[in-house]
């Protein structure tokens, strides 16, 4: 059974950084991809970027330009590297597998202006 948990997150200001990082074990398979996605408030879930085992990253318009999406396969870890960060981006990181597993409990990330 894969199971993923996210951390990371928390309070910065607007403009600040932050690296969340999602600890993913149990894969069965060589070949296989893992997302970010967040929620705000009253919001739907949205995609944010996907990696491949391979190391091959993807983006939504959502995250080009402020959101590097990257990943460390000897620590069984991705990470979502926030930089420039704004108000909007305040929400409930997750990341999950492609196809979609169960959701963990997200990193919350709030950001103040």
């Known amino acids: 059974e894969v199971t993923l948990v996210e951390s990371g997150g928390g309070l910065v200001q607007a403009g600040g950084s932050l690296r969340l990082s999602c600890i993913a074990s149990g894969f069965t398979e060589d070949d296989y991809a893992i997302s970010w996605f967040r929620q705000a408030p009253g919001k739907e879930r949205e995609g944010l970027s996907c990696i491949t085992s391979a190391g091959r990253p993807s983006y939504t318009d959502s995250a080009k330009g402020r959101f590097t999406i990257s990943s460390d396969n000897a620590k069984n870890m991705v990470y979502l590297q926030i930089d420039n960060l704004k108000p909007e981006d305040t929400a409930v990181y997750y990341c999950?597998?492609?196809?979609?597993?169960?959701w963990g409990a997200g990193t919350q990330v709030t950001v103040s202006s």
């Open positions: 999950n597998t492609i196809p979609l597993g169960p």
